[in-house]
């Protein structure tokens, strides 16, 4: 079985599961938390905090989980985006990390 990575900006980190809050490049909140789910562990917990600029994107099933709303999702591959910006800040995977070339 495949060890999943948090991808922040531009770093790649082992993540085994414990709450995570997601943060920007220079360390500031992206108002998004997530938690390993305690009966599957396939699936994930994300919080996306009220009155942020961010929402959660689940690629599998395309959910979107808009600020102030907690939801489920399956952990293969989620993304976090900057509403304002479009662009995704952090994404969980779940795959081998990549090698560097």
């Known amino acids: 079985m495949s060890p ?17 809050d997601i943060r920007d490049k220079n360390g500031r909140s992206l108002g ?5 789910h305690e009966k599957d562990p396939e699936m994930i917990d994300i919080s996306v905090h009220s009155g942020t600029d961010t929402y959660v994107l689940g690629n599998r099933l395309k959910e979107v989980i808009f600020p102030g709303v ?13 509403a304002i910006t479009r662009k995704t800040v952090a994404k969980v ?3 081998e990390k990549p ?3």
């Not at 999943?4 to 995570?20: M, Q, V």
């Not at 998004?32 to 390993?36: A, D, G, L, P, Q």
């Not at 907690?70 to 900057?82: A, C, K």
Request: hydrophobic share 30%.
């Open 4 to 20: 999943y990575y948090l991808k922040e900006g531009e770093s790649l980190n082992k993540w085994g599961g414990e709450p995570k």
């Open 32 to 36: 998004v938390t997530i938690f390993k």
């Open 70 to 82: 907690e939801e489920v999702l399956n952990r293969s591959s989620f993304e976090v985006i900057n």
């Open 93 to 95: 995977i779940y795959r």
């Open 99 to 101: 090698s560097k070339k």
